[in-house]
């Protein structure tokens, strides 16, 4: 495989999470999972054609900007974009590169792609019910162990898992093999589509990180336009 289908691929700065602020190449697919109610994408997944972009292309802006690699959605490990997020993350040469995944196969891409390459999974678990919560703790129990991977999490309007999710995520944190917060692998960041609503929902949000000792994630790339 040469080439990969995404509805974009544009150099800019990773805004969110533990790279935030460092120059990426950002590629998205266009078929995600789920339809959450508060997706920021969801309009430009819709309305965007996929194009077929090469390997050596892409390669050649991580090189010419000195930049990481973003690989976002959409969901990027759905069945038809796991096999070409595997292609880009073993194929491709980058300083570091995200994955953004809200976990549909991460346990297969985590063992498909070469873990000598600079990886950080960037898991978003979504919770709208019970199952959802359910699904989530088995695939934190299999993921948590592993230093490559960061939770990054929403908080949104009428949630009624988040802080749920939370104490299950201490709690099988207390081995003292995990470090997740001591790693600073779990990142909060508040619902907004705007810099006016961003700050209006972060007091919340900052409460949270305080109360779990964690890390706040500001979506500089809503406050600041650069996507």
Known sequence: MDQVKIIENFV????????????????????????CKFCDTAVKMRITAEAS???????????DNCAGLMITG????????????????????????????????LI???????????????YSPKMSDSEDFDTHIDITKQVIGNPKVYFKLLKYEGDEYLERYLLSLMVYSENEDVKIREDGRV????????????LKNSAEVFDLCE???????????????FI
């Open 53 to 63: 972009h090469s390997l050596s292309d892409i390669q050649k802006q991580i090189n």
């Open 108 to 122: 297969k891409l985590i063992e498909e792609v070469n873990p000598e390459k600079n990886v950080k999974y960037i």
């Open 12 to 35: 800019t700065w990773q805004g969110e999470g533990p790279d935030t602020g460092r120059r990426v190449v950002l590629l998205r697919f266009k078929t995600c999972n789920l339809a």
């Open 74 to 105: 959409g969901e990027p490990t759905v069945t038809r974009h796991i096999n070409e997020t595997i292609t880009l993350l073993n194929k491709l040469r980058y300083p570091f590169a995200n994955v953004e995944t809200n976990g549909y196969d």
């Open 187 to 198: 990142w909060l960041m508040p619902e907004g589509s705007d810099a006016n609503t961003l």
């Open 211 to 225: 109360k779990y000792n964690l890390s706040f994630s500001s979506r500089n790339h809503i406050i600041f336009g």
